[in-house]
C-alpha cells in the first residue's frame, strides 16, 4: 500500500479574472518554481508530496478541494507567491476561495503561506478559513509544521514562522532565520509533479516564433532584491533588502534539465535583479554559450546595473529580452519612490541593449504620489521615443508588504475592496490617487496610454520590420481588446 501524501502544495489563480479577455491569448501560464522547489526540499527530507497547479489547470476552487479530498494529504498548502510585486495579493481572492472549499469538502487541515499572507499574516488568520499562516519563505516552517503534525509531541510554538489559534487565542512564532546558501532549502524544482503541457510564454517573449510560445518554464537563480523603492513588496516575505544567490552549476543543471528532459526552450528569469552581480551571472551565461541549446531567455535588470561589456555574451547565451524598470520620465517622481536614475543614462542604456540584439521590455508606472497629468504624459512620451520592443503601463497600486501600502493606510486613501482589484487588469482594479490626480484620472490615463502607444505607427512599423506582419498583426488584435473598468463606467 503507498505512503500517505503528506502534503499537497496548491498553487492558485484565476486567469479570467485578473486579466479578462486577454488571459485567452496574451498573458503568459507560468509554472509556480517556488512551490516546485518547496515540493523537492520537503521530498528531500522524506515527505511524500503532491502539486496541485489550479492556476494552471484552469479548476475551479471546488475542483481543487475534491482532488484534495482524493488525495487525502495530512496538510495542504496554498502557496500565494507570484514572481512580480502584483502577482500575489491579486491571488488572495481565489486562494481564499480554495481555501474555504477544502474547509468545506474535506478534514485535511489548512495552510497558507506566499507574499501576501507573510505581508500580513495577522489579518490573514483572522479572514481566511485557515489552520496556519506561514510567515517568511516557508520550507524550514512547512517541513517543521508537518513534523509537529505527525509526532503528536512537538508543538506548533516549536516552529518558527507559523500563526496559528491555541485555546481561542492568536498565536506566532517568529520567523526562521534568512539561510545565507539557499541551495538546500530552495533546490531545483520537482517539474515532475507539474502539468509541463499547460505552460506558455508571453506573447512578446516569443516575438520570433509567435506560435513558439510553450513549453515554458520559470526558474530563480537568486532570492530578494537589494534596494527599497518605495513601491514594491517583494522582500516582504525575507524582512529586509538582501539577495541570495543558488549555486549557479545546479542552476545550470536545472536548465540543462528543462531543455533535455522537457523541451523547454523559453525560460523566464525570475529573479527580480538577475542582471546586478556579474560574478553570479557570467557564471551561468558563459557556459551556456557553446551548449547551443537554442534558449530564449528573458531577465530582469536595472539601468544601473548594465555592464555594457557582457551584452554581447547575455546574448551569445540567449538573453534575448531584458525588462527595465524606467517607472517615470520625471526626476522628482523617481525621487519621490527611491528610483534615482537619470533620463539620458536611461537612453543610452537601452540604446546600448538594442545594439547587442537584445530587446527590452519598458516597464512604466503612472499616478506615483507626485505625478501630474503633465507628468504622466511625459513618461507616455518617453515610452514612445524609446519604442522599446514590448512596454508594460502600470498604475501605482499599494500592495500589501510595500512602504506604499503604509503610506496609503496612515494617509487614509482608498484602497480596492477585493484583493483580486489589486490586478493591474481587473474590472475592479482600483488604483492609489497622487497628490494632484484621482485614482480615476490615473486609471483613465494608463489605459489611454496602452492603446496609444501599441496603435502608434512608429511602434508598429518597427515590430513590422524586427518581426514580421504576423507579429505585428498580433499585436492589432491584442489592442482591439479594450480593458472593462469599473471605475470608469460612470465617465
Known sequence: MPRKID?????PGDR????????????????????ASMASFLRNNSYNVEIIDANALGITPEETAAMVNAISPLLAAVIVYGSQPSASTQTMGIAGAICRAIRTLTPVKIAIGGLHPSALPERTLKEEAVDFVIDGEGPVTLKLLIEALTSGTQRYSDVPGLWYYEDGAMRSTPRPQLLKNIDEQFPAGAWDLLPMDKYRAHNWHCFDNIEDRSPYAAIYTSLGC???CVFCCINAPFGKPALRYRDPAAVLAEIMLLRKKYGVKNIKIIDELFIYNEDHYMKILEPLINEGLGLNFWAYARIDSIKEKDLVKMKQAGINWLALGIESASGTVRDGVKKRI????IKDVIRAIQDADIRVIGNYIFGLPDDTIGTMEETLQLAVDLNCEFS?????????GSKLYEI?????????DK?????????AAQPL?????????????????????FEGTGYLNMIEEKFGTNVRGHITQMTKTRLKRKLLDAM
Request: proline share 8%.
Open 7 to 11: 502534503i499537497v502544495l496548491i498553487n
Open 16 to 35: 479570467r479574472q485578473i486579466y479578462q479577455e486577454l488571459s485567452t491569448l496574451h498573458s503568459a501560464i507560468e509554472p509556480p518554481f517556488l512551490i
Open 226 to 228: 537589494p534596494y527599497s
Open 342 to 345: 537619470k533620463t539620458e543614462k
Open 392 to 400: 508594460n503601463f502600470y498604475c501605482a497600486m499599494a500592495y500589501p
Open 408 to 416: 496609503a493606510i496612515g494617509e487614509g486613501w482608498q484602497l480596492p
Open 419 to 427: 484583493w483580486c482589484d489589486y490586478s493591474q487588469h481587473s474590472y
Open 433 to 453: 490617487p497622487t497628490k494632484h490626480c484621482t485614482a480615476k484620472e490615473v486609471l483613465a490615463f494608463r489605459d489611454d496610454a496602452f492603446h496609444r502607444y
